[in-house]
């Protein structure tokens, strides 16, 4: 994503670029930089909304930032929200939604947040506006998750992609270490998995690349030091730029897998991070032509530089180290992806699945 033009900073400091999205792919409106959160009242404005519904789930600098841009935009808050966006607080944010008389819903906040935005989108029709405070890219993309016990479900839905991200660098500044990891590494499954999918264009593919190229060169220095701005800002890049890959691109085994685990309990970033090496090692032999390109950016074969990457930040390798469902409910997983019948390039049977999920939990 290349950016257009600078502009005004408003009440935070800091110029303001928006995005051009890779030529053939579908993105909402991107503004990044510093004044990027101060735009949010101008940006509703240019869309003709007046009354603004807030998802903020928790005490966040850049939720400060929003409500003074909003002013008396602000109709109503939500800031209870759960990862996988469990179905009882949808139903209470919708009811939220509708006695407030919003005609607009803005997001601060990561993956829970913006879910919480995209299932009142889809029930609603309303326009999403989504400030991200992590890497995990759903603010680029038309796929919402609900949960309904321990069964998580996914759609794809264009009137759920937010009319407008505005993303300042500064904010991931807040993640500690541990976060930067997870997150990082859950944005770069998006960049990897839409190598493989079956509707992949040659825009996918070099978005894909140049996304993992800014991940994997900037997560280990956000992690080193959380506080460097200029490698907060080419990895926010390359989290962006994934996000698009996966809105463009059918997701595969390794999303749903993490899905079906993330229905169970299973921490979100985290699982992404833990099983993506094991999926790449799982898919040797059968994705080595669209995955040969990640050699020049990963120094080593894909999943072997994907290990190392995630050893180099501390990140989990084995669901063991994931809070998420046991080793006991292995079974359970594995029919759940098989029924799915995901893309990969390697088929997807009952017994390729429990080979690729004991690998992961370190059993094989």
């Known amino acids: 994503m290349t950016s257009t033009r600078p502009g005004g900073g408003g009440s935070s400091h800091g110029t303001v670029e928006a995005l051009d999205p890779p030529r053939g792919l579908r993105t909402p409106r991107v503004l990044v930089g510093g004044g990027a959160l101060a735009r949010v009242g101008e ?8 009354r603004a519904l807030l998802v903020a789930g928790r005490d966040h600098p850049g939720s400060t930032i929003v409500r003074e841009a909003l ?3 602000e109709v109503a808050r939500i800031a209870d929200v759960a990862p996988h966006v ?3 607080r949808a139903s209470e944010a919708i009811a939220v939604f509708d006695e407030s008389g919003a005609d607009a819903v803005v997001t601060v ?3 829970s947040a913006t879910g919480l935005g995209k299932v009142l989108a889809r029930d609603r029709d309303v326009a999403l506006f989504a400030v991200p405070t992590t890497y995990a890219g759903s603010e680029m993309t038309p796929v919402w998750g609900e949960t309904d016990g321990d069964r998580k479900t996914t759609g794809r839905d264009w009137r759920v992609l937010p009319a407008v991200v505005l993303a300042d660098p500064g904010l991931l500044t807040t993640l500690d270490p541990g976060q930067i990891a997870t997150s990082g590494l859950n944005a ?3 960049a990897v998995e839409a190598l493989w999918a079956p509707d992949r264009t040659a825009a996918v593919r070099d978005a894909s690349l140049d996304s993992a190229r800014s991940l994997a060169g900037a997560l280990p220095r956000c992690v080193a ?3 460097d701005r200029e490698g907060q800002a080419v990895a926010l890049r390359g989290a962006l730029l994934a996000g698009a890959c996966l809105a463009n691109a059918t997701m595969g085994i390794h999303h749903k897998a993490c899905h079906v685990l993330g229905g169970m309990g299973g921490d979100h970033a985290a699982t992404h991070a833990a099983l993506l090496p094991h999926v790449l090692a799982w898919q040797e032999g059968y994705a080595d ?6 050699v020049g950016v ?3 074969e894909p999943a072997a530089g994907v290990f190392a990457l995630s050893r180099a930040l501390a990140a989990p390798t084995s669901l063991r180290e994931v809070a998420g469902p046991g080793v006991e409910r292995i079974e359970e997983v594995v029919a759940h992806v098989v029924e799915a019948a995901p893309a990969s390039p390697r088929p997807v049977t009952e017994s390729g699945v429990r080979e690729l999920l004991e690998s992961a939990y370190g059993l094989a």
């Open 289 to 294: 032509a669209v995955t040969a390109p990640l």
């Open 225 to 227: 030091d959380p506080t």
């Open 188 to 190: 770069l499954a998006h």
């Open 86 to 88: 469990p179905r009882r």
């Open 298 to 300: 990963l120094a080593a």
């Open 43 to 50: 940006e509703l404005d240019a869309l003709g909304r007046t």
């Open 71 to 73: 002013g008396d935009r």
């Open 109 to 111: 906040g990561g993956g």
